[in-house]
């Protein structure tokens, strides 16, 4: 199963990263749609509670250039739910991803955290994502891993300049 583990640092600080940028649906909407261009980004369900922040999400990405034996495969349209959950007191985000083609044999799963750089009080963090991809799917299978994993870096990247940006705009 490969494994991925991104790091991007973002200016703000932790609490503000998560109240106003991962769990804001505005800024969720202008990211996946205004700014990465997804066709479809729609909170499904959210609750919170004391200890746990849960939601979950459909995603639609854009589907791109795809090699011939993939697109024929998945077709022209991708979409998934990621179903994730907020532990309040480790202030980690763990999740898994349910696409709508081939879920019985495509097992995505992750966890988000972040961590403070520089002194105490400083308003700048990095954001660490693992991600770990696995496709049961004779000769494809590695093709497909690859290329959710290469789509996760683009959109990570792409979001974390969007991201560093929203948060000066807004005085966040």
């Known amino acids: 199963m490969p494994d991925v583990t991104l790091r ?10 998560w109240a106003r940028c991962v769990f804001d ?15 479809v980004w729609r909170l499904l369900d959210t609750t919170d509670d004391a200890s746990k922040i849960w939601r979950r999400v459909q995603v639609d990405p854009p589907v791109g250039n795809m090699p011939g034996p993939v697109k024929k495969l998945l077709g022209d349209r991708l979409s998934y739910v990621e179903e994730g959950t907020f532990d309040k007191k480790t202030k980690r985000y763990s999740f898994k991803v349910t696409p709508s083609t081939l879920a ?13 750089l520089g002194p105490p009080g400083a308003k700048r963090i990095a954001r660490l994502t693992k991600v770990s991809v696995h496709v049961k799917v004779f000769v494809v299978g590695g093709m497909i891993e690859d290329r959710i994993l290469e789509d996760l870096k683009n959109s990570y990247d792409a979001g974390t300049v969007f991201t560093n940006r929203y948060i000066k705009e807004h005085g966040l």
């Open 25 to 39: 649906a505005d800024f969720n909407q202008k990211l996946y749609i205004d700014a990465l261009k997804f066709p």
């Open 104 to 116: 019985d044999k495509t097992t995505v799963v992750g966890e988000l955290w972040v961590e403070p």
């Open 8 to 17: 991007h640092e973002i200016d703000t600080d932790e609490d503000t990263y």
